[in-house]
Structures are given as structure tokens and as C-alpha cells.
């Protein structure tokens, strides 16, 4: 876990001072500048852009989720793609049997992921490492199976066509406003994870992650904090899963395959572990990385040739980014930033000086 | 009796794959997510050197034999010697990006349709009759024997091969093995080429009864769980979790519902977990390895 390394020392000297989320004004400004430009983005870009950037903030909501529980509480998840499924499905399935509201929707998903959380969280009261992402990868199978049996019992065989929600009378369809949607539940879900973890559950997780027995020592309750932290990163799932099932309007297991929970255990590698900067990160990365392979092959001579195989050569190609990665760059993407900011605050030096060596 | 030999047809398979498992945990203690592709490459392999050396057709399985050999150690030299000592997680995902890269590759290399080895081989598939009027392919009946032969010869290098032993004994303790001189890269490397070994006979037989595709993956993916049913570090356990987990699967085909074929080994899996986590012969470890 690497912090942001900074230039002088910024202390604090009142509580305020500590609880505030944006401490100096070179934070706030830049933060100011960065809300614009994500608010004026979707009145410049194109249709394409705008999907990718709905797509992006999707993918953060569930790698921050992701984060949260693998990252920060250590607990290894092989059961993700199986969770968004079923916030999606809870959608689908609602929207199909009761014609229901997203504002009633949406809550069902996250209880449904709640409970699921339960369930894929309670091997990991007995099962560590290895195991507990096995158990949670055999749940992963479950969930979809369930999934495509009422797919098919109920003659859905190719997926479940999901109208856009309505809000005030007004079908939500057009791309600007998802984009708000979307970045306003990403938003959302950042500030959630951002407090979570400097309160007294974030704690707890990092010293469960850090090492069990010594946690319980401390007296954190072990089991209630890591099923907590199943029960909340799967609500979020689950809720990022059901945004995925309104955004794209159609709801099928194949979009949920393995390969699915590989891309965002990919996003929390590459981004970094323990670092919610290195979520987004990663959610933007993983999302647009086929999309540059894509211009990639089309703009090289023959274009047409390779068309069919572009599938082949993302997967090869996001194999590859991910092992050199877990290789080469544990720290992942955050690791990279830091380094460089590192280069410049300490210019012209390379290290810095064993005494001042306190963060 | 046909539902018997189907058992024994699928028992056959998962213990062949289940096998690659249980060497390379034994040794290493790592998890290796991409042994169904690595078996699916060992069936392509022999598809090519089926159409190379096209005269000969025990020429080719020979050559593609040694090359799926060879797979197993470039895995373990190229990309698996960084990982050792790194957390499980880590591992884990080396294996399962290396599962990606090598299906990218396949794809790429020989498209996604289905292919059929065994014409290119020239041999035939005849049904024979066995016992009681059931039926069985000869490439399935060939699996069965080679599940023998392999586990019969596994078994007799772990207790009587010089490597064998060395191979046992970094399992048990890596550092005191080291430290009596046994060249762990060797080991580990040797483990990761039986396993590679293993898994790519059993996608070569797959490929030559039913040919080949991507489906493969998801067997390889369901022989985990015939592994971690009798243990991931024995031998005997993966051969009798291979038992059960078929008889389960084949069963619930046959009695409950054709589509659960993709369930039953993993729900056969998380009973055990909840039961049993360390399966039914393996050793009772610190499940502390975080």
C-alpha cells in the first residue's frame, strides 16, 4: 500500500482540519478543475466517447467495490461477474414479473446482493486464501446457473429485454443523461468507499488483512467485519450490476461469463492493490484497453484481414498486460504515479534523506 | 450399465486433468487456473503435428507428446519462477492471465471453429460393446486405460523414482529439501511439465472422441473440483474425487436435468468446502496461506 507522497509536511491542527476530505487549496482547485471538465465532457464528446465514458464509470462502481474487499480487507473474490449477475437479474427479472420501478428495483438488487454477500462471505469465516476464492468462484457457477435456468423456463432464451426506467414520465435514454447517472453513482459510491474506510470499519479491514490473529487481539471482531465487508462490496455489486442491466437495456448470462470477474480482479491488479485512486484507474484502463487495441489493428495495413480476429488478439493482449503487471509492476498503475510524482518533489535527489524518511 | 461406464468414461477425464492439479499444489502449493487451457494447447498441438507429419501418425503424438512437455516448463521458467514466495492472490491471477494470453493465442492461431484431430490422424472411433449391452468409444476406452497407465506410473515414480522422492520431499518442506540439495527450480519445473503432460493426454483424448473447440476450458475449469473433493495434495484423493464428482454429475444428467452438467461438480465442491475444506486425503494444513 503506497501513500501519496507529498512535498512539505501539512499538518493538521484541528479536527476540522482531519475530517475534511480536500485539505489544501491546490487539492481544491485541481479537484474543481477536474469536476468541470468531467461536467462539460459530455457536451463536447461523441456519441462513441460518451458510451466509453458511461462504460468506465460502470466499471468503477464495481472495482471500487471490488476494492473494497480484496483490496483493503484481503479477502480474495472469485465471484464477482456472479454478483453483478445477480443485481441484474433481480432487475430483470422484477421488470418482467411486476413491472416494477427502478426506485424499487434498485434496492432489490442491493438487498439481493446483501444476502448474497451472506452466502459468499460466510466460507470465508473458515476459509482462507486459496480456498475462499475457490468457494466463491464454485458460487459464481451457481448464481449463473440459476440465472440461465430462468432464462430458459421462462422462454427468454437469448436474455431479458429491459425497458429504459422512467423518471417523471420521461424515458431515460439518452446518453448525456446516463452519463450523469452513471458518474453520479460512481461519485457516490467513491465518497461511500472513501468514508468507509477512514472510519473505524476501514480499520478494522486493514488490520484483518494485515494479519488475523492480531486483529482479533486487538478485539475487532473478525467475522462480523469481513462478512460486513462481503454484505456492503456485494450490495455495490450487485447495485453496478443492476445500472449495467438498465444501461444496456438487456439483461443475459453470457455477459456475465468468468471472464467478466477476471477483467475486474484485472482492474484492482493493474490499478493497484489497497488504493481506491488505483480502482478508478484501473475500472478507465481495463475499459478502454480494447478499444486502443482496436484503432491499433485497424489502423495497421490490411485492416480488413485482421477484423475477425480482434477478438482473439484482445484477450491475448489483456493476458499479456495483466502478467506483465503482477510481474513487473505489482503496485499497479498507482504504483507508477507515485513513483513519479516521487521523481519530481525530490529533483534533483533520488532518495530521500534517511532522516526526513517519516511517511 | 451404460450409466456406469459413462461414470467410469467421466471419472476417467476429470482424474487425468484433476491430476495436473494436485502435482503442481503438491509441490508448490500453486493453484494452476490455466490447466484447462493448457490441455486445450496440448489437443492443438496435436492437431498441427497430426496434419505435419501426416504418414505417420504415432510420429505425431510422440512429437506433439514432447512439445506439451515443453509448454509445461516455459510456463514455469518464463513466467511462474517470478511468482514463487508471492501471495497466493498473485499467483492465482499469473495463472489465470496465462489461462487468457494462451486462449488469445489459440484463437488466434487456429480459429475458433471445432476441429477434428481424429480425421486428421486417419484413425477411426469405433462404438464397442463392453458388458451388459453397454457401449463405449474406443478413444473413451483408450482414457480410461491411459488414466491407468498415467496414475500407475505417477504412483511409482513418487515412491521409487529418485526424482520422485526429491519432488515429495520439496512438497513437504521446500526449504529443508533445498538445504539437502535439491534443486527446487528443477522440481518445480518437473511438476509443471507432468502437469502439463497429463493435462494435454487427456485434451489430445477429449479432442480425438469429440473434437475440439473452446469447450475444453470448461472442463479443465470443472476438474478442479474432482482435485480439491479428494484433496489437493493427494494422489489417491483425486482419483476418488474424480469417482464422485462423475457419479454425481452423470446422475444428476440422467435423473434431474441435462443443463445442471455445469453445476453439479462445483456444488459437489462447495459441500465439501463447508464439510471438509482440506478434502477428503489431503492433509489437514494451516488453510493460512493469505
Redesign the interface.
Known sequence: MSRPPRASGYFRTSYAQDLALVGTRFERTSLGVFVLALLAFPFMASAFQLDLACQVFLACVGALSLMLL?GYA?Q?SLGHAGLMAAGAFTVGILFRETNAPFWITLPAAALVGALLGIIFGL?SL??????L???T???H??VI?VG??YE?RRGFSTGIVIDPPTLGGVAISDGRVWYFILLAAAAATLLLCVNLLRARSGRAWRAIRAHETVAEALGISIAGYKLLAFVISSAITAVAGALFAYYRGFVSVEAFS??LT?QY??MV?IGGMGSLLGALLGAAFVTIFPYIIETGLLALPGAQRYAS?L??????????V??LF??FE?LGLVGIWHRIQSYFLLWPFKHRSASGSRR | MQLIVNIIVLAAIYALLACGYVLIYRVSRV?NMAHGEIAMLGAYLLYTTASLFVANPFTAIAVAVVMSLTVGVLVYVL?MR??TG?M???A???T??????????I??IWS?AQQHPLQALHFSNPSLEVFGGARISACAALMVVMTAVVYGGLFAFLRFGRWGVRMRAAGQNPLLAAQRGVNLNAIYALAWALSSLSGSIAGMLIALDSGLDQTMVVIG?KA??PA?VGGLDSLVGALVGSLIVAAAEVLAIHYIDP??S??VP??V??GM??VR?WGLFGTREE????
Open positions: 480484496t484481503g480474495i466460507p473458515r476459509l482462507r486464501g486459496l480456498y476464492a475457490v468457494s468462484l464454485a458460487l457457477f451457481v446457473y440461465g435456468e430458459s468468468l471472464f477476471i480482479l484485472a491488479i480476429l477478438f482473439a488478439v484482445n484477450y491475448a493482449g489483456f493476458g499479456l495483466m502478467i503482477l510481474i505489482p | 493453484l513466467l517470478k511468482m508471492e497466493v492472490l498473485a492465482i491471477l499469473t489465470i492471465a496465462i489461462g487468457i494470453l494462451l486462449r488469445g493465442l484463437v488466434l475458433a475449469l478442479f473440483a480439491l443443463l445442471l455445469d453445476v462445483f456444488l465442491l462447495i468446502l463447508i475444506p488453510l493460512d496461506r493469505v
